[in-house]
């Protein structure tokens, strides 16, 4: 008798506890499909198909038009790797009111687009990427707009299509420095993955607390808060976290440091001073972690590097200064943009 009461209480407590679990899991946020099915973006999702290494991929984009006079010009926005194009919804209501065309893609392994089961990520891939959409659009030259690991992007896209890149902006760019040269751990991509795979919205929301917002928060954050952990909790959660990895190996591997010399474009740079990022921050040793992601110094480091580049930086903001203070990022974003 006391035996068969123990063993329903153990039950019941192992229930209990799983349920306990599962409103844990409830509570973080919501569950979105492999390819962000579920999160609304602000203006209409279109996709791109395409062949890639052996693979038919595709990447969702937005195409949005003008709804001021018409400026014939376009404007394209590069996501960073915790971000997806709807992040950019701030700057794409301004851009367009300012006559802009805006495209927004999501690249490959990331939100919206496909996230292949084998794929050699580098950046010159991910520009080829974008400059085939962007010929299948009948876009011959645009404003690059990147932040974050998306500033990466742009800088190699600039780079391999000097012609057809009108200006370069480079928002909080990843890459200013040579982590691995400073001293920070290399991580293989198995590490990455493990890593990934214990994504939650609660890590998610401290570091973007931290180092996107400079230590602040407002409420309108945890939609992209929920985006992220969404799409890493969902049905693809697996797929999600190797691409990730993936990515995450090539933002290590490949640095754009060294090549900002060579930009041939006009360039600016615009800088939360308070950013902090550095990948692979959370594994190096106080000494090296003591010397890397200081945006005060690297903004201004890129700046000189750069010919005749332009630096704009918002003082006490953090690594998403157009999410952080839309009103005052996207007032100089249409003043650097509209520059002669």
């Known amino acids: ?151 990466m992007l742009a800088a190699r896209y600039a780079l391999s299509y000097p012609e057809q890149t009108a200006r370069l902006v480079m928002v909080n760019p990843i890459g200013l420095e040579d982590w691995k040269a400073k001293g920070v751990p290399w991580r293989s991509v ?28 407002k409420p309108e954050y945890e939609r992209w808060v929920n985006m992220l952990a969404g799409l890493n909790a969902g049905p693809g959660h697996a797929k999600v976290a190797w691409n990730s990895a993936l990515i995450y190996d090539m933002i290590f591997t490949q640095p754009v440091v060294y090549e900002l010399p060579n930009l041939k474009v006009p360039t600016v740079l615009m800088i939360g001073d308070a950013d902090t990022t550095a990948i692979g921050s959370d594994i190096a040793s106080p000494e090296v972690k003591a010397r890397i992601g200081h945006y005060n110094v690297l903004g201004k480091e890129a700046a000189k590097a750069i010919p005749g580049a332009r630096l704009v930086e918002f003082p006490g903001k953090g690594h998403a200064p157009q999410m952080e203070d839309p009103a005052q990022f996207n007032k100089a974003l249409v003043s650097e943009l509209d520059r002669s």
């Open 190 to 217: 198995d590490q990455w993955y493990q890593r990934e795979l214990k994504l939650s919205a609660d890590g998610v929301r401290q570091y973007e607390r931290t180092t996107y917002y400079a230590g602040h928060w």
């Open 1 to 151: 008798m006391l035996r068969s009461e123990l063993s329903r209480l153990a039950v019941a407590g192992a229930l209990s506890a799983v349920a306990s679990i599962a409103v844990a899991a409830d509570a973080s946020g919501a569950r979105y499909g492999e390819h962000l099915e579920g999160f609304k973006y602000p203006y209409p999702l279109q996709h791109f198909a395409f062949e890639s290494q052996g693979a038919h991929v595709q990447m969702g984009y937005m195409d949005v038009p003008p709804t001021g006079a018409a400026n014939g010009r376009t404007a394209v926005l590069m996501h960073g790797k915790n971000f997806c194009g709807a992040t950019w919804e701030d700057s794409i209501k301004a851009l367009t009111a300012a006559g802009y065309r805006v495209v927004a893609p999501d690249q490959i392994g990331f939100c919206t687009s496909t996230k292949p089961d084998h794929y050699q990520y580098s950046f010159h891939q991910l520009a080829d990427n974008t400059h085939a959409l962007l010929a299948s659009l009948g876009i011959q030259t645009a404003d690059i707009i990147g932040h974050s690991t998306g500033g």
